[in-house]
């Protein structure tokens, strides 16, 4: 049944800007990269983990020569915010890299390249997959494989993001560039040159719309950018149109406007000032700045645009004020040391681009489930995570009837049906899966309709049979005899639910992420990686 063509894809004509982004896809495979990579994650097991994860992978998701540098944000209990985060991360993985023999003021300097990778937060709303990852949740599993010392595993969220934004290297030379480590996505408008400003952020840019356009496209939901006739940048936040109007009317004639993707990219000059600037606040690790209200609205905005929309945010106008008043001093530094480029501009990754966001558990599913559909872009995300043409890779399928489009890798399925459904090292001898997702599941039997399994190792005689649109995930924490068994629903959202127990799990979701907090992730892997061999073996 296996030695079948799985389902015959309907072949389609590519668009232009299809055939635009499948050619950009192509180039997102870990040959180009960042000269170094940073990455900012919560804590000191984690950032041991990544160290060692992202130099095996090199070649795959950074680039083969990069120097990987990982570290942990060690500030207050609110955290530092993505502003100050970028700073403390930076400076902390320049102190680890020169340890090495790495200098990265000099490599910026000379026209080198840092990228600096978020990873930090709980993962409310895509829980309670970050949980079964120990709280790494930046190492959330995709439908992809890698080599890692040998053996097949699971491309990463972070790893892919890795390999997207890697191409964005070869045109931010002597910068530092910022990521989310949650979302990929792939420019309509190919990957336009940094340079012209000392800052300058990702967004979908488009003409300035009439109102009823604004309302239409929702922007009053997303924070905005603004460009102005020379080619300046503003940042607003979620706002109308009339107060969007309000607060740009001393910008200039506004010739585009779009919703921002956050990622920014700093010139090595900037980043230094940005340094000094904020060395008392990184020094005392305990206030927090986000980079759109702390940086580039205050940078771009007047001051009473900028206190308006603070005080709206709980903030008094004294402070906003005098927030203010400080980064416009800093502007006129900036500006008066290093002339000749303007503060932020906008790089516009293009109207239509592919976005895959697995920041929640909807996202997750839908941008996961996307790789079996028939369409331009469905065949580009299959190209980005190398899935091979008939979607079996590495597996023994032989007596399993394997229909509507479904994606099989690294799995041992002895008999059953796999209909419209992924399924990533999976060892079982039967299953009979329509519409799921299936990640690292060790089960006798499965018997599962539109249902995430991930990371479970079940023993039962009676196998794995869950409720249509059941959520089922393993904990393995160091130290406890068995696995915790944690459970929602593909429409449930555990940002909404985090602290709630669920029936039947024995805990919520908080108290899973509470008592992960101390765990090593490294301990929790191979604690697991055992439990799945050990069935293995007596199945």
């Known amino acids: 049944m296996a030695g079948e063509p799985p389902s015959k894809r309907v072949k389609t004509t590519p668009s232009s800007t299809a055939a635009t982004m499948a050619a950009t896809v192509k ?23 990544w160290q060692a994860r992202l130099e095996a992978t090199r070649g795959q998701a950074a680039r ?13 209990a609110d955290g530092a915010g993505n502003g ?30 840092v990228g600096v990778y978020h990873t930090a937060g709980k993962g409310t709303r895509l829980a309670p997959l970050p949980g079964a990852e120990n709280n790494n949740k930046p190492g959330v599993k995709l439908p992809s494989l890698v080599d890692v010392a040998g053996a097949a595993m699971e491309l990463t969220i972070l790893e892919a993001v890795v390999r997207q934004t890697g191409c964005y290297a070869p045109v931010r030379k002597g910068r530092c560039s910022v990521f989310w480590g949650d979302q990929i996505f792939v420019p309509s408008a190919g990957h336009a040159e940094s340079g012209a400003h000392h800052a300058d952020i990702l967004a979908q840019m488009g003409p300035m719309p009439s109102e009823a356009a604004w309302k239409a496209k929702g922007l009053d939901t997303y924070g905005l950018i603004a460009v102005n006739a020379e080619a300046e940048a503003a940042q607003v936040e979620k706002v109308s149109y009339d107060t969007a109007k309000e607060l740009l009317k001393t910008f200039g004639e506004v010739t585009s406007v779009g919703p921002s993707l956050g990622s920014f990219s700093l010139s090595g000059e900037m980043l230094t000032c940005l340094l000094e600037e904020f060395k008392g606040e990184i020094a005392g690790k305990e206030a927090k700045m986000d980079s759109d209200p702390h940086f580039w609205m205050p940078l771009t905005l007047s001051r009473d645009a900028y206190c308006r929309v603070m005080v709206s945010k709980e903030e008094t106008e004294a402070a906003a004020g005098a927030h203010h008043d400080r980064m416009a001093a800093f502007k006129k530094t900036l500006l008066a040391a290093h002339p000749g480029r303007g503060v932020l501009g906008a790089i516009d990754v ?12 909807r996202l997750y599913q839908k941008n996961n489930m996307l790789a079996m559909d028939d369409s331009e872009e469905a065949a580009a995300l299959r190209d980005y995570l190398k899935i091979p043409a008939g979607g079996i890779q590495d597996s023994k399928v032989d007596g399993v009837a394997i229909t ?9 399925i002895a008999s059953g049906s796999v209909h419209h459904t992924i399924a990533s090292h999976v060892t079982t001898g039967k299953c009979e899966a329509n519409g799921c997702m299936l990640i690292n599941v060790t089960a006798r039997s499965i018997k599962a309709t539109n249902c995430i399994i991930y990371n479970v190792v079940d023993d039962s005689e009676g196998g794995l049979v869950l409720p249509d649109g059941a959520v089922h995930t393993n904990v393995f924490v160091p130290g406890r005899p068995a696995p915790l068994v944690q459970t929602s629903s593909v429409t449930t959202d555990g940002g909404k639910v985090f602290k709630v127990k669920m029936t039947p799990n024995p805990f919520s979701f908080s108290d899973v992420y509470k008592m992960n907090q101390t765990t090593d992730v490294e301990k ?16």
């Open 524 to 539: 929790a892997y191979a604690m697991g990686a055992e439990a799945h061999a050990n069935l293995a073996k007596r199945m």
């Open 350 to 361: 293009g109207d239509g681009c592919y976005w895959w966001d697995y920041g929640q558990l």
């Open 27 to 49: 180039q997102m495979d870990g040959s180009q990269g960042f000269d170094a990579v940073v990455v900012c994650t919560s804590n000191a097991a984690q950032e041991a983990w």
């Open 404 to 412: 509507g489009n479904s994606l099989v890798l690294a799995s041992n």
């Open 84 to 113: 100050l985060g970028t700073l403390y991360a930076y400076t902390k993985a320049r102190a680890k890299a020169a340890a090495a023999g790495h200098d990265l003021d000099a490599l910026l300097a000379s026209g080198g390249t």
């Open 64 to 76: 083969a020569d990069a120097i990987v540098v990982a570290v942990h944000e060690d500030w207050a």
